[in-house]
């Protein structure tokens, strides 16, 4: 009784284990693994509190393995070493082993390579638990040896049973409100083994009158967000703030930019994604949304935090809700790639400056026309180089402003073609 209350109520069985039925449950992954008796190495990705150290423990008693367990965070490669020859020995006396590695991206590669070789052999079945995605935490050759598995956090009714089982084991109800019992869930936020420790603080209180939703925030502390600026989470929210612009959901480009800040992020790095925005998804659809980036950025700089993150607010509605275009995205790129396939060729003589008689002698400048002297200062000449065809990288949308540039286009298409510049007419 003196264990923790989420200690007490570890599943004894994979089917007892919460939300995973991708996983454990009758026709999941690991459950017809084992029906085959071909246990793999495993590398099981997810958030925490969702099972991945329970599964490991009773993979290895479904499969009779001896179940044997390291923390990346405490052990090197002396632990790894020490492992790896008792294994050897348990498999002389043919007993297998389920090496379970707990935040195996810790390691380093040196010692992620060091797994290679009994995973070969056969000498220990890896299972590796992983917050981090594996494609950036772990090395290719580890992971092409490894099956990756990855665990869901909890949903709402994965918890509700989850404090079914905690009142089933305290012998008494939480005293919660309808409302307070959904907070609770949402404080847990998908961990399991968060929300059993809240029921346990709960449980210890006296006053067997329930708690609404005030009464809860003041008893229990609020976890601490999930997210760290260095590695996967950082650039999942960035990016779900960055689409949700592109969407032009200036609601849900909201709820991201405050995950983002409430995770402390560095408002500055927001506002660099907001300025790029402006110009990759935007563009000349509107041409404010640059300078509306741009003033934002600056209102932080002069404000600080957190008067100034309203600024970025207000950066984040706007974009949200301004045109959208990649026109000019794509007409960089486009322009680009000619420039890398055409890097040679030289500017037609006529758009050539020609400041000495050698220069003029050889046609510098010779036949340009001044488009301010043109009727519609427009002369219709060719900018390219001689021996490319003309190309058009620029596109504008029918949206927003660039539907006025698009009649612009069109119109000097009309003239160049009369001039005979343009190779279709």
């Known amino acids: ?36 008796g071909s246990l793999a190495s495993l590398i099981l990705w997810g958030p925490p509190g969702v099972g991945k150290t329970t599964i490991a423990r009773l993979l290895a008693g479904s499969a009779g393995l001896v179940f044997v367990q390291l923390s990346a965070v405490f052990s090197g490669v002396a632990d790894l070493k020490r492992v790896f020859e008792e294994a050897t020995k ?21 010692q992620q390579d060091g797994f290679l070789p009994v995973v070969e052999n056969g000498t220990v079945v890896l299972v590796g638990a992983t917050t981090e995605n594996p494609s950036f935490a772990l090395n290719g050759a ?17 918890l509700e049973q989850l404090l079914g089982r905690a009142e089933a084991m ?18 847990a936020d998908g961990d399991g083994r968060y929300l ?99 003033a934002g950025w600056e209102a932080f700089e002069r404000l600080g935090s957190p008067e100034g993150e309203l600024a970025l607010a207000q950066v984040v509605l706007y974009l949200g809700t301004a045109p959208k275009s990649n026109a000019a995205y794509s007409a960089i790129k486009a322009a680009m790639g000619a420039a890398k396939a055409t890097g040679s060729l030289m500017p037609p003589a006529h758009i050539l400056n020609a400041p000495t008689k050698m220069m003029k002698t050889l046609g510098y400048g010779a036949g340009y026309a001044y488009d301010h002297d043109m009727a519609d200062a427009f002369s219709g000449q060719n900018y390219f180089p001689d021996d490319m065809t003309r190309q058009d990288f620029y596109r504008p949308k029918d949206r ?6 698009a009649r612009r286009l069109d119109h000097w298409a009309t003239l160049r073609a009369r001039a005979g510049q343009d190779p279709t007419s």
């Open 90 to 110: 348990r498999r002389r006396l043919g007993e297998g082993t389920l090496l379970f590695v707990d935040e195996i991206h810790r390691f380093n590669r040196a």
């Open 142 to 158: 580890l992971l092409s040896r490894c099956q990756v598995l990855v665990l869901k956090r909890l949903d709402d009714a994965a």
């Open 196 to 294: 059993l420790n809240l029921a346990e603080q709960l449980g210890a209180v006296a006053d067997p009158a329930p708690l609404d939703v005030a009464g809860l925030s003041q008893l229990l502390s609020r976890r601490a967000v999930l997210y760290d600026k260095d590695r996967e989470e950082h650039y999942n929210l960035i990016s779900a703030l960055h689409k949700s612009l592109r969407g032009s959901d200036p609601d849900a480009a909201l709820y991201w930019f405050a995950r983002m800040l409430t995770g402390g992020e560095d408002p500055r790095f927001i506002a660099r994604r907001l300025v790029r925005f402006a110009s990759e998804d935007i563009g000349l659809a509107d041409p404010n949304a640059l300078t509306q980036a741009l």
């Open 400 to 405: 927003g402003f660039e539907r006025e540039l």
């Open 1 to 36: 009784m003196t264990a923790p209350l989420a200690e007490r109520l570890r599943p004894s069985e994979l089917g007892e284990i919460m939300g995973q039925d991708h996983l454990v449950g009758p026709d999941g992954t690991l459950t017809r693994m084992l029906a085959r």
């Open 170 to 187: 305290l012998g008494r109800a939480l005293p919660l409100t309808a409302e307070a019992r959904a907070t609770l869930r949402a404080m």
